[in-house]
C-alpha cells in the first residue's frame, strides 16, 4: 500500500460559472458553424492532509460543435454540456480519494468520470446522449483547477510538482508499455521540458469561411478593428505558421483551398502549413492522393506541410482504419482520437505518428499520453479549441513543458480577442500575436501564474457554490 504524504490533496468545495462569448466572425468546424460559445469557468478549494487550503481556476470552452457533431440541435447539447457541468461540480466535492492531481485525476476520471457518463446517458434519449469527449471536456476545467490549486497551495508552478517528491505513484502505475524500464520509478518531469522557452511560435486557423483576399469582400464584414482577410493577419501578426481547416468530403475544394493559402503564405514569407479535416474523410487515399496530387503540381507547398491532423473519424475504436500510408508522407497527428495514452497507442498500431494534445481533454490526461508518446518516439503538438481568457494560459503552458514540433496553435484572438481584454492587461503577449510568437514571460508565480487577483475581471453569480 503507497504511503500517504503531507502534500496530498483533496477537494473540498467548488464554484461554476458559465461565461458566455460571442464570437465576431463564424467558424467552420466540419460540417457545422460556430457563432457563439459559454466557457465554463470553476473555482476549486483544495485541502491538504494537515489543513492547509488553497484555491484553484480552470477554465475550458463548451465547443459543443467539436465534442458533440451531430444534427441534434446546438442548444439541446449546449444544454446538456452545462447540465453535465453542474452534476460534475457536485461529485468532484464528494469525491474522498487525496494525493498529487495526476494521481486524483486519473483516479477521477477511471472510478467516477465514465459510470456518471454512462448513468447521465441513460436517463437520455439515444439521440440526446452526449458522446465521452464532451464529458472529458466538461470535466477538464475542474481538472485544470485542481493542478492550479496544487501549485497555489504549495507555493510552486504546477510543471515543478511532476516530481518522485510530490507524487506517490510512479508512471508505471498509469501507463502499460512495452518494457517496466520505461516507466517503473519515472515520474512526469522526466518527460517534460525542464527550461520551457518564453516564446512560442503561434500557429494562425484559416478557417473554412475565412477571407482570404480582398476579391472575397462583401461589404458586410466585422469593422472592429481587428483584421478580416488572412493577408491582414499574416501582416499585422508577423504570421509563419497557418493549420488550414478543410472539409474532407470535397476533394477539389480542399485541394484549391490549400493551393490558394499555400501561394499566399509564399507571397508574405510563411514557413510553415497544417491540414485539419476535422474527422470528415473515411478513406486514406483521399487525403493521399490530395498530397501526391500537392507534391506533383506545387512542390513548394507540399513542402510546407509540416504536419497533417487528424482526417479519420475520431471514434478510432470502430474505425481501425490503416493509415500507414498516409504518415509514410507526411506525419500524421491524432487530436479528437487522443482521449487518453490507451487511444495514442491504438493509433501507433495503426499508423499515426503523433498526438495533438489538448488542456480540454484533461491536464492529468494531457500529461500522461505526453510520456506515453514521448516514451514510444511520437511527436507532439498543443491544438487549441479557440481557448479565450484563463483558458488561454495552461494551454500555452502545455505547449511549452511537453516540447511539440512547432510552437502552439493559437486562435481565440481571431475569433473573439475582446473577451480576453481582462486578461491581456496583465498578460499582453498571450492574447495578441508578434513576430508569429506568443509571450509567455508575464505567466509567473504558483499554479499556472494566472495572477488572476490582478486580473480586474468581474463574474457572474456562480451556477452552484458548494461551499455555501
Not at 465534442?67 to 461529485?91: A, G, I, N
Not at 477538464?140 to 515543478?160: C, I, K, M, Q, R
Amino acid at each position: 500500500m503507497l504511503q500517504k504524504k503531507s502534500t496530498d490533496v483533496r477537494v473540498k468545495a467548488a464554484r461554476l460559472y458559465f461565461l458566455p462569448v460571442q464570437m465576431r466572425i463564424p467558424l467552420k468546424f466540419g460540417p457545422e458553424t460556430v457563432t457563439c460559445v459559454t466557457c465554463a469557468r470553476v473555482c476549486l478549494t483544495v485541502e491538504d492532509q494537515r489543513g492547509k487550503r488553497a484555491e484553484g481556476w480552470g477554465e475550458t470552452p463548451l465547443s459543443v460543435q467539436w465534442v458533440w457533431p451531430s444534427k441534434l440541435d446546438y442548444e439541446t447539447r449546449h444544454r446538456v454540456l452545462k447540465d453535465f457541468c453542474t452534476e460534475l461540480t457536485r461529485v468532484w466535492c464528494s469525491f474522498s480519494v487525496s494525493g498529487h492531481p495526476v494521481e486524483v485525476g486519473h483516479d477521477f476520471q477511471e472510478q467516477v468520470l465514465r459510470p456518471l457518463w454512462i448513468e447521465f446517458n441513460q436517463k437520455r434519449q439515444p439521440d440526446q446522449q452526449m458522446p465521452w469527449l464532451a464529458a472529458l471536456i466538461c470535466c477538464s476545467l475542474f481538472d485544470v483547477a485542481l493542478h492550479d490549486a496544487y501549485g497555489v497551495l504549495h507555493d510552486l508552478p504546477t510543471y515543478e510538482t511532476y516530481t518522485a517528491h510530490f507524487m506517490s505513484r510512479d508512471l508505471i502505475c498509469f501507463l502499460e508499455s512495452t518494457t517496466l524500464a520505461q516507466f517503473k520509478n519515472r515520474f512526469p518531469a522526466e518527460f517534460l521540458v525542464s527550461a520551457p522557452p518564453q516564446r512560442l511560435r503561434a500557429w494562425h486557423l484559416v478557417g473554412g469561411l475565412d477571407l482570404l483576399e480582398k476579391s472575397e469582400l462583401t461589404g458586410r464584414e466585422p469593422n472592429d478593428g481587428y483584421p478580416v482577410l488572412l493577408t491582414d493577419w499574416i501582416e499585422r501578426d508577423g504570421l509563419k505558421c497557418l493549420k488550414i481547416k478543410l472539409r474532407g468530403n470535397e476533394p477539389e475544394w480542399d485541394y484549391t483551398r490549400i493551393v490558394r493559402v499555400g501561394k499566399i503564405a509564399i507571397a508574405l514569407d510563411v514557413e510553415w502549413l497544417s491540414t485539419d479535416f476535422n474527422c470528415t474523410v473515411s478513406d486514406p487515399e483521399y487525403v493521399n492522393g490530395m498530397l501526391d496530387r500537392l507534391r506533383d503540381e506545387h512542390p513548394r507547398i507540399y513542402g510546407m506541410v509540416l504536419y497533417v491532423e487528424q482526417p479519420f473519424p475520431y471514434e478510432l475504436e470502430q474505425h481501425r482504419i490503416d493509415v500507414h500510408s498516409v504518415s509514410g508522407r507526411k506525419p500524421l497527428f491524432l487530436d479528437e482520437s487522443a482521449h487518453d495514452w490507451r487511444l495514442v497507442r491504438l493509433g501507433r498500431e495503426r499508423g499515426w505518428s503523433g498526438v495533438a494534445l489538448k488542456t480540454c481533454k484533461t491536464q492529468t490526461g494531457a500529461i500522461l499520453s505526453a510520456c506515453w508518446a514521448k516514451a514510444h518516439g511520437m511527436s507532439l503538438m498543443v491544438q487549441d479549441l479557440t481557448n479565450p481568457m484563463l483558458a488561454q494560459i495552461p494551454h500555452v503552458l502545455l505547449a511549452a513543458h511537453t516540447g511539440t514540433i512547432m510552437g502552439v496553435e493559437t486562435n481565440a484572438m481571431q475569433f473573439y480577442p475582446e473577451a480576453s481584454r481582462a486578461e491581456e492587461q496583465v498578460h499582453p503577449g498571450l492574447y495578441r500575436r508578434r513576430n508569429g510568437e506568443v509571450d509567455l514571460s508575464t505567466v509567473q508565480g504558483p499554479g499556472f501564474g494566472y495572477r488572476v487577483l490582478e486580473i480586474g475581471r468581474e463574474l457572474p453569480g456562480p451556477v452552484i457554490d458548494t461551499g455555501v
